[in-house]
């Protein structure tokens, strides 16, 4: 019998975490989640993960608005060619 994608996936070790290392990555992201911080308009840094659905839309929503403004930002007449810096 032909053996499935499925199969072919969870027979093969290289392709295949272990629990361990969901474990170990589930860790990792518990330990570092109160490392990632945002700084709001007034100086205070907040952690994401105690950062409510809204502020992090919010915040999400800014952050595309500036990549939208840094998009446009006209640089006619300045020297694009940062090789010789």
Do not use: P
């Amino acid at each position: 019998m032909k053996e499935t994608q499925f199969e072919r996936l969870m027979n093969s070790k290289k392709d295949c975490a272990s629990i361990k290392d969901l474990e170990m990555e589930l860790w990792l992201r518990r330990r570092n989640s109160g490392l990632l911080k945002w700084t709001t308009k007034n100086g205070e840094e907040i952690a994401l993960k105690d950062m409510s659905d809204e502020h992090l839309k919010n915040a999400l929503n800014m952050a595309y608005r500036i990549e939208d403004l840094n998009d446009n930002i006209d640089f006619a007449g300045f020297d694009d060619d940062w090789g010789d810096r």
